[in-house]
Structures are given as C-alpha cells and as structure tokens.
C-alpha cells in the first residue's frame, strides 16, 4: 500500500513560478513510477509530467520547458516527487495531482489548486 500527498498549490501571476511536492509513504520500496497530472471542471484529466525510479522523465508538449519534474530519494526510489513550474500561463489553471504506480496499483493523491491569474 502507498500513500501519495500533494502540496504547493495557490495562486499566482502569469509568468511566476510555484514548486508542488508529494510525499509518498507506505510501501515506497514497490513504486515504480510517480507522475503529475492536472484537470480542469469538465475535461479529462491529463498527464503533465512523469519520473520513474531511474530518473527517466516524460512531458506534456504543453509544459516541456517550462516545467520541471524530480525527485529524492535513494537510487531506484521515489520519496517525495517534485514539479518546478516557470512562466507559468492563465491555461495551467488545474487541480495537479500526484500519480504513484506500484506494481499493478495505482494511488492518487487529493490534489492541490493551481490557479494562474493576473
């Protein structure tokens, strides 16, 4: 069993920077791999980053430069996973969620509000 908690979300202008965290707890030795994902009232929720435990890393077109995904932990693990968000725009405004896969288990966090106005 892995639990997965998102922080970092709030408010901020366009073209400003937030940081999101999770933590992961539990069975972490099993995660395979952690990813980021957002969604918007209304539409899919989609994948904007992920990180497995080799430190491969995956974006969205969306985000890819602008965005950041990493993670601590000892080599081959995930403890807490990270999104560094630069120049950030009004349609990055989501609820970000925090993915963590475990074999065949897949765990979601509650996810934060991230909300880009002027």
């Known amino acids: 069993q892995v639990h997965v908690m998102e922080s970092g979300g709030g408010l901020v202008q366009p073209g400003g920077s937030l940081r999101l965290s999770c933590a992961a707890s539990?069975?972490?030795?099993?995660?395979?791999?952690m990813a980021w994902y957002r969604q918007v009232p209304g539409k899919q929720r989609d994948m904007v980053a992920r990180?497995?435990?080799?430190?491969?890393?995956?974006?969205?077109d969306s985000v890819r430069g602008r965005f950041t995904i990493s993670k601590d932990g000892a080599e081959n693990t995930i403890d807490t996973m990270y999104l560094q968000m630069n120049n950030l725009k009004p349609e990055d405004t989501a609820v970000y969620y925090c993915?963590?896969?475990?074999?065949?288990?897949?765990?979601w966090g509650q996810g934060t509000q991230v909300t880009v106005s002027s």
């Open positions: 993915q963590g896969r475990a074999g065949s288990q897949t765990y």
């Open positions: 539990g069975s972490t030795i099993s995660i395979i791999y």
């Open positions: 990180i497995d435990t080799g430190g491969r890393t995956n974006y969205a």
